[in-house]
């Protein structure tokens, strides 16, 4: 790849985009509360919220016109889901507009109920298509699953939704047999329906990296106002560099991460062939760094960080939760090790 | 928001044609072995044809002065690393010239400034010492009165550049007495100056730099810069500039964080070992196709993306510490063979990722180790107070 080619290395948010980025932040900020979050663990799911939050058009926004949709684009996306991470929205919006944009890509979108958020649908986000039983993160809410089965992409329903299982990502997630669907459609098949799917893979995967950077943000910066008002001999541990230091790792991590995530996004929605290893990377580095973050977030504020009733506690499993819900990560790595080979032997 | 190719006019297509060419004639094979031979990192010929070509002074000057147009700077900053034009002592000329222009007498600039557009006239940086580190404020050299001028004695460590260099930018202590940012005082000292040793220093990714002696150096009161005890006000614009502390170019047209000519070595050695492994053994075989191989470039792209993404301040600690992280495993996936330094038989990727290693500490340390950036980032980005040190002590040895 040409290193040195003449593009414009601009990372700026728009006026639109920073209103977007607004009103999603203060919309979390009012509905989302840290207490809201825990309220919604057993069925990793607020149903009021989710309402709340498609009333506003979150769904709408995420569907192309054709269907309906408001057409954004997928760096719009990510500032949304940089919002639902750093607030853990219990939410399914992420696999949602993932598998709605997969089926409006693949003209099977025919549900304005589907449009608005009214019905849900799951995505098996796995890099890996593998047979049989598997996990779905959002499959205990959803009306409809898609998956990939062989060289066909199929969507599911089940008379009775598939139980929820405890995870530690605290996700609506279940078991899903496609096996056992009490109905099965073929949306499309062959090699131009499976490169969709990958698609919607990608955009999966994008999405997650900017929820985790919202979420690593939120949990370094809780842990930085508890360290500047704890002391140790006499100094707040803010001021210690084995506290500092780690710290300003984090805002490194979210700084590299979230400009990563963007220029990945930019990329997809305007040359998507030109530079395909960004989103995965976008995720592989943020599901790594992620969960370091939110140990260490946790860990600077020692008794207290680790309780069960810390708000670092409830980022920290969703940080290993969040990232492992489409499977190893080492997928998407491999990934982008196959898509440089590829390019550098052209 | 936008990466996309910038459209050019056709005098700036021209322009970056003459570029290329140019620069492709200049930087050829010999200057290349020079350069490593050396560890210069500078070559006079292709200094003073840059000189000759009005390059050099295009790119110190802004557009309202007669530089470059932000498309035509854009392109040769690129052009000058697509080519490998040695760059450090260059760098150094253009950073102290500023200072020069800002603080010196308009008979020390006449001196001067003519000299560095030609590229007849490079200036060095005399800022650490041998037992100082990265805090530069500490400074044991010392300017004495003496009539008219100046006595200098004292040593300084990384003057990188200084045999091929005609000036130093030194800093002073002319009051030892006083709080360190007010005991400094600077000066432009000629390198012909009697009583100066410059003795080279090899470092361990191959570039070399220099201590500097300075025995009783007699140098007139035009060379200093700025007020008697007043080298903190000299010094802190091109301190900041080295720091990295600029606001992101909203035209795109820079790069989003100092050292990405740097970051450019590390983007070579992922691009290069992805080139290797997607080649073919003679059972047709590609290593890429073991899992372990794709996992370890594929993590190390990601982890070089993230850090080319990252702004300002954060991507220069990003960048050194993200060389630090990948380099051994691109050796490690590359096998044996990485371990062959550049133009040696069978070296698998050019010795691409075994230079990113060694050249790691080094982009770690300097312009300021990466734990004085992350104390920037914790007490100004953060809030997070002034570091806490613990008490003085008496140095044992």
């Known amino acids: 790849m040409d290193r040195y080619e003449l593009r414009r290395l601009d990372y700026s948010l728009t006026d639109d985009h920073t209103d977007l980025q607004n009103a999603y932040r203060q919309f979390f900020k009012s509905y989302c509360p840290i207490d809201t979050v825990r309220a919604a663990e057993a069925s990793g799911f607020d149903k009021s919220l989710w309402e709340r939050l498609c009333a506003m058009g979150a769904t709408t926004m995420a569907l192309p016109e054709s269907v309906g949709g408001d057409g954004a684009t997928l760096v719009d996306l990510t500032l949304v889901a940089e919002e639902i991470g750093r607030s853990l929205a219990p939410v399914p919006w992420i696999d949602h507009v993932c598998a709605a944009r997969l089926l409006a890509r693949l003209g099977a979108l025919d549900s304005a109920d589907i449009v608005d958020g009214t019905s849900l649908v799951a995505l098996d986000p796995q890099e890996d298509a593998g047979a049989?039983?598997?996990?779905?993160?959002?499959?205990?809410?959803?009306?409809?699953?898609?998956?990939?089965?062989?060289?066909?992409?199929?969507?599911?329903?089940?008379?009775?939704?598939?139980?929820?299982?405890?995870?530690?990502?605290?996700?609506?997630?279940?078991?899903?047999?496609?096996?056992?669907?009490?109905?099965?459609?073929?949306?499309?098949?062959?090699?131009?329906?499976?490169?969709?799917?990958?698609?919607?893979?990608?955009?999966?995967?994008?999405?997650?990296?900017?929820?985790?950077?919202?979420?690593?943000?939120?949990?370094?910066?809780?842990?930085?106002?508890?360290?500047?008002?704890?002391?140790?001999?006499?100094?707040?541990?803010?001021?210690?560099q084995a506290i500092s230091h780690p710290l300003a790792n984090m805002v490194i991590t979210i700084e590299g991460g979230r400009n990563l995530a963007r220029r990945a996004a930019w990329f997809c929605d305007n040359e998507p062939d030109e530079r395909p290893e960004l989103t995965p990377s976008a995720f592989v580095f943020m599901a790594e760094e992620a969960s370091k973050a939110a140990t260490m977030a946790v860990h600077i504020q020692g008794g207290l960080g680790v309780s069960a009733e810390a708000a670092a506690t409830a980022y920290l499993v969703r940080a290993r939760g969040w990232a492992l819900a489409g499977g190893d990560p080492a997928a998407s790595a491999k990934r982008i090790g196959r898509i440089l080979a590829e390019r550098e032997s052209a | 928001?936008?990466?996309?190719?910038?459209?050019?006019?056709?005098?700036?297509?021209?322009?970056?044609?003459?570029?290329?060419?140019?620069?492709?004639?200049?930087?050829?094979?010999?200057?290349?072995?020079?350069?490593?031979?050396?560890?210069?990192?500078?070559?006079?010929?292709?200094?003073?044809?840059?000189?000759?070509?009005?390059?050099?002074?295009?790119?110190?000057?802004?557009?309202?002065?007669?530089?470059?147009?932000?498309?035509?700077?854009?392109?040769?900053?690129?052009?000058?690393?697509?080519?490998?034009?040695?760059?450090?002592?260059?760098?150094?000329?253009?950073?102290?010239?500023?200072?020069?222009?800002?603080?010196?007498?308009?008979?020390?600039?006449?001196?001067?400034?003519?000299?560095?557009?030609?590229?007849?006239?490079?200036?060095?940086?005399?800022?650490?010492?041998?037992?100082?580190?990265?805090?530069?404020?500490?400074?044991?050299t010392r300017a004495v009165r003496d009539g008219e001028g100046w006595v200098i004695n004292g040593s300084k460590m990384f003057t990188t550049g200084a045999h091929n260099c005609q000036y130093v930018f030194l800093i002073t202590n002319t009051d030892p007495d006083a709080p360190k940012h007010k005991s400094l005082t600077m000066f432009l000292v000629p390198l012909d100056t009697p009583g100066i040793e410059i003795q080279g220093i090899r470092t361990v990714d191959g570039d070399r730099t220099n201590i500097v002696y300075y025995s009783d150096v007699r140098v007139d009161d035009k060379y200093r810069l700025g007020e008697v005890n007043g080298g903190w006000t000299v010094l802190r614009e091109p301190l900041n500039a080295e720091h990295g502390a600029v606001e992101a170019a909203t035209d795109g047209l820079a790069d989003v964080s100092i050292m990405m000519h740097q970051g450019g070595f590390m983007a070579t050695a992922v691009d290069k070992a992805a080139a290797k492994v997607s080649q073919k053994d003679p059972n047709g075989r590609r290593a890429v196709d073991d899992g372990a191989v794709a996992y370890r470039l594929g993590r190390s792209a990601a982890r070089l993306e993230a850090a080319l993404s990252a702004p300002s301040i954060f991507g220069r600690v990003a960048l050194s510490q993200t060389m630090r992280d990948i380099a051994p495993d691109l050796m490690d996936l590359l096998g044996t063979a990485s371990t062959l330094p550049v133009c040696t038989d069978g070296a698998p990727d050019d010795g691409a990722s075994e230079y990113i290693y060694r050249f790691a500490p080094l982009s770690g340390i300097y312009g300021g180790t990466l734990e004085v950036f992350r104390n920037m980032i914790a007490q100004y980005v953060l809030g997070l107070g002034k570091p806490a040190y613990g008490p003085p002590a008496t140095k044992v040895s």
């Open chain 1, 132 to 240: 049989g039983r598997r996990l779905i993160p959002t499959g205990s809410i959803s009306d409809h699953v898609v998956v990939r089965d062989g060289d066909d992409v199929v969507r599911l329903s089940f008379g009775t939704r598939p139980v929820k299982v405890d995870n530690i990502g605290k996700l609506p997630m279940a078991w899903v047999d496609p096996a056992t669907a009490d109905s099965r459609t073929v949306v499309a098949s062959g090699p131009a329906a499976l490169v969709e799917y990958q698609r919607a893979l990608d955009e999966w995967r994008l999405l997650t990296a900017a929820a985790l950077v919202g979420l690593v943000e939120e949990t370094m910066t809780i842990a930085a106002e508890f360290a500047k008002t704890r002391y140790t001999l006499g100094v707040p541990i803010s001021t210690l």
């Open chain 2, 1 to 140: 928001m936008d990466f996309s190719r910038v459209e050019l006019s056709d005098s700036d297509r021209d322009f970056l044609h003459d570029v290329r060419d140019f620069l492709q004639s200049q930087v050829t094979e010999d200057v290349i072995r020079h350069d490593r031979e050396t560890g210069d990192n500078f070559h006079e010929g292709v200094h003073l044809a840059l000189g000759a070509r009005g390059y050099l002074e295009k790119e110190w000057k802004p557009a309202a002065e007669g530089g470059f147009s932000r498309v035509r700077r854009r392109i040769w900053e690129l052009e000058k690393r697509r080519a490998h034009v040695p760059w450090v002592t260059w760098g150094t000329t253009a950073m102290v010239a500023r200072s020069v222009a800002g603080f010196g007498s308009s008979e020390l600039k006449d001196e001067v400034l003519p000299g560095v557009f030609s590229g007849r006239v490079r200036l060095c940086l005399g800022y650490t010492e041998p037992e100082g580190g990265s805090d530069i404020a500490t400074c044991k």
